[in-house]
């Protein structure tokens, strides 16, 4: 089971930024997924999920109005739309995929969680 994200990069403040993460190895398409960030030094944290089923969204209150995650079950991906991006954005994305939305913002230490590797994103002020 892979996850595999893609679309970091380098980009001034205020640009936007696409990432997405395809799921190879089983179908996920009745799974729950998410981005999540990591600085060095700091704890992960929860960005956005979107459910399932009916593709509710949550977002962390630093990102909601700006990021914008959704979900193409036909080909077992997510993508995480940021826009007005901010060197505090800056951070490795990953993308994680859970039974449930709750449990994937919540519970940190699921044993279902399946983890993709990360993407760098990187925001110059």
């Known amino acids: 089971v892979q996850l595999q994200a893609s679309g970091g990069g380098l980009v001034q403040a205020g640009g936007s930024l696409r990432l997405s993460c395809v799921a190879s190895?089983?179908?996920?398409?009745?799974?729950?997924k998410a981005w999540f960030r990591q600085v060095p030094g700091k704890e992960r944290e929860f960005v956005a999920g979107v459910g399932w089923p009916g593709a509710s969204t949550y977002y962390a209150d630093s990102v909601r109005g700006r990021f914008s995650i959704s979900r193409d079950d036909a080909d077992n991906k997510v993508y995480l739309q940021m826009t007005n991006l901010k060197p505090e954005d800056t951070a490795v994305y990953l993308c994680a995929a859970d039974h449930d939305l709750r449990t994937l913002r919540e519970d940190s230490t699921s044993r279902s969680r399946y983890w993709g590797q990360g993407t760098l994103v990187t925001v110059s002020s």
């Open positions: 190895g089983r179908p996920f398409s009745n799974w729950a």
